[in-house]
């Protein structure tokens, strides 16, 4: 069955980094482009970056941009997001979504929590 399974997550504190990771099973994953989205308390779910499926193309939420970057192994089904000097208001949980545009089809993760707190 299709699985979208997030990792990395944690507390760390104002200015560090951390890297999450996605691991895909289930479904041709080079087909498919990938997102990362975030959710914090009260908040609406946000897209905070995304990566063409062969990874030629890459796109960030302008509150991120210089800070995280999104990258993909397709060889390895995996997809991460490098987060650097990292914000409290970069709390929030942290879903990769899969995007098959052309078939309509998508795929989510069940999310990794990340707060940055002193």
């Known amino acids: 069955q299709v699985q979208l399974v997030e990792s990395g997550g944690g507390l760390v504190q104002p200015g560090g980094s951390l890297r999450l990771s996605c691991a895909a099973s289930?479904?041709?994953?080079?087909?498919?482009?990938m997102n990362w989205y975030r959710q914090a308390p009260g908040k609406e779910r946000e897209l905070v970056a995304g990566?063409?499926?062969?990874?030629?193309?890459?796109s960030y939420a302008d509150s991120v941009k210089g800070r995280f970057t999104i990258s993909r192994d397709n060889g390895k089904n995996m997809v991460y997001l490098q987060m650097n000097s990292l914000k409290p208001e970069d709390t929030a949980v942290y879903y990769c979504?899969?995007?098959?545009?052309?078939?309509?089809?998508?795929?989510w993760g069940q999310g990794t929590q990340v707060t940055v707190s002193s």
């Open positions: 979504k899969a995007v098959y545009a052309l078939l309509g089809r998508t795929y």
């Open positions: 289930g479904f041709t994953f080079s087909n498919y482009a």
């Open positions: 990566i063409s499926s062969v990874g030629g193309s890459r």
